[in-house]
Nanobody
Framework: QVQLVESGGGLVQAGGSLRLSCAVS????????MGWFRQAPGKEHEFVAA????????AYADSVKGRFTISRDNAKNTVYLHLNALKPEDTAVYYCAGGFRYGLEYADYSYWGQGTQVTVSS
């Protein structure tokens, strides 16, 4: 059974930084494209970033482009999301997702973590 466990969320002031981690177990990590999504209260899941199986391709939502960076370490079965220049509107629960198809859609991913809260104060 594939398990994804996020960590690294927290409370940060606007302009600050965080690094989210997602450790994957129970499967072949290098065969999964990985993504990050977020969900703010009362809103739908929103795509944030994605990275292909070997890390050669990345994609970002326009709202985070230039501020967030996705990366992966296949030796550690871990994907990261570096959040810089945070804004109050980045406040959400951030979810890690994995799947066999590299994509930007919620439906592209089969495996999901339970989420980590990021709160940005103004």
């Amino acid at each position: 059974q594939v398990q994804l466990v996020e960590s690294g969320g927290g409370l940060v002031q606007a302009g600050g930084s965080l690094r989210l981690s997602c450790a994957v177990s129970g499967g072949t990590f290098s065969s999964y494209a990985m993504g990050w999504f977020r969900q703010a209260p009362g809103k739908e899941h929103e795509f944030v970033a994605a990275i292909s199986q070997r890390g050669g391709y990345t994609a970002y939502a326009d709202s985070v482009k230039g501020r967030f960076t996705i990366s992966r370490d296949n030796a550690k079965n871990t994907v990261y999301l570096h959040l810089n220049a945070l804004k109050p509107e980045d406040t959400a629960v951030y979810y890690c997702a994995g799947g066999f198809r590299y994509g930007l859609e919620y439906a592209d991913y089969s495996y999901w973590g339970q989420g980590t809260q990021v709160t940005v104060s103004s």
